[in-house]
């Protein structure tokens, strides 16, 4: 990420920048992790659980659909309507696109185990530090992050925790779906459940070290505003 300013020994970057890479980091990541057949990533085995079982849409579609209704049901929950989300609605879009482009592009990476286990490996840490980015950036975020973190401020309960609850959620709904439907656990595996315990955790761990060495600031920030650490993730 570009360095803006330093302030002490903290450094200021641009929350439009962190965001931009947290899309963009994420969606490749999540597309790995679909590539390598262990378990798709807990959030998104819910709508990967509803792109086999209604094949008409694709994967990314179902999830911007999915993720629109996270952001109806956050403003049924604060009762008010916020504009800001529905910006977070074009990032999920963003998201979902990107997610096919890196879906159509990691075919042509090898598909042995070892490589497999590997591309999961390494994408666990990057959807962490995807995460901590998104609640930093100061900006609407993609929306299952936006999701976890404002429901996490709703119920006052701590990031990690609230996170976890949500990928473990998701991934039952998908076990139960694909099980009924097409009577196997397809897209829910060894993987899921790892990403499911490991995510939350990862992105609270990535929050604080960010938070000890970066200021984020954005076009909605007021002049001057330092770091807000994001509810622990």
Same mark, same amino acid.
């Given at each position: 990420?570009?360095?803006q300013?330093?302030?002490?020994?903290?450094?200021?970057?641009?929350?439009e920048?962190?965001?931009?890479?947290? $899309?963009?980091?994420?969606?490749?990541?999540?597309?790995?992790?679909?590539?390598?057949?262990?378990?798709?990533?807990?959030?998104?085995?819910?709508?990967?659980?509803?792109?086999?079982v209604? &094949?008409?849409?694709?994967?990314?579609?179902?999830?911007?659909?999915?993720?629109?209704a996270? +952001?109806?049901?956050?403003?049924?929950?604060?009762?008010?309507?916020?504009?800001?989300?529905?910006?977070?609605? $074009?990032?999920?879009?963003?998201?979902?696109?990107?997610?096919?482009?890196?879906?159509?592009?990691? &075919?042509?990476?090898?598909?042995?185990?070892?490589?497999?286990?590997?591309? /999961?490996?390494?994408?666990? &840490? $990057?959807?962490?530090?995807g995460?901590?980015?998104?609640?930093? %950036?100061?900006?609407? +975020? +993609?929306?299952?992050?936006?999701?976890?973190?404002?429901?996490?401020?709703?119920?006052n309960?701590?990031?990690p925790?609230?996170?976890?609850?949500?990928d473990?959620?998701? $991934?039952?709904?998908?076990?139960?779906?694909?099980?009924? /439907?097409?009577?196997?656990?397809?897209?829910?595996?060894?993987?899921?459940? +790892?990403?499911?315990? %490991?995510?939350?955790?990862?992105?609270?761990w990535?929050?604080?070290?960010?938070?000890r060495?970066?200021?984020?600031?954005?076009?909605?920030?007021?002049?001057?505003?330092?770091?807000?650490?994001?509810?622990?993730?």
């Amino acid at each position: 990420m570009q360095k803006q300013q330093t302030s002490g020994r903290r450094i200021t970057v641009r929350g439009e920048l962190a965001l931009a890479v947290a $899309v963009t980091i994420n969606s490749f990541a999540v597309a790995a992790t679909v590539y390598a057949g262990l378990g798709i990533s807990p959030v998104s085995s819910f709508p990967y659980a509803l792109s086999l079982v209604f &094949p008409f849409l694709t994967l990314g579609t179902w999830t911007y659909l999915f993720q629109g209704a996270m +952001i109806l049901t956050l403003m049924i929950l604060r009762r008010r309507f916020v504009p800001t989300y529905l910006f977070s609605f $074009v990032v999920g879009f963003a998201f979902g696109n990107l997610l096919d482009v890196f879906g159509a592009w990691w &075919p042509a990476m090898p598909h042995t185990m070892g490589w497999r286990i590997l591309y /999961f490996a390494l994408s666990c &840490p $990057v959807i962490g530090l995807g995460i901590a980015l998104s609640n930093r %950036c100061k900006l609407p +975020i +993609i929306p299952a992050d936006l999701f976890a973190r404002d429901l996490a401020g709703i119920l006052n309960k701590p990031f990690p925790r609230v996170k976890m609850t949500i990928d473990l959620t998701c $991934v039952t709904v998908a076990a139960l779906l694909t099980a009924g /439907f097409l009577h196997n656990l397809q897209g829910v595996g060894a993987g899921t459940v +790892i990403g499911a315990l %490991c995510y939350g955790p990862l992105g609270g761990w990535f929050g604080r070290l960010l938070d000890r060495h970066f200021d984020f600031v954005s076009v909605l920030s007021p002049k001057r505003e330092g770091a807000e650490p994001g509810a622990g993730g």
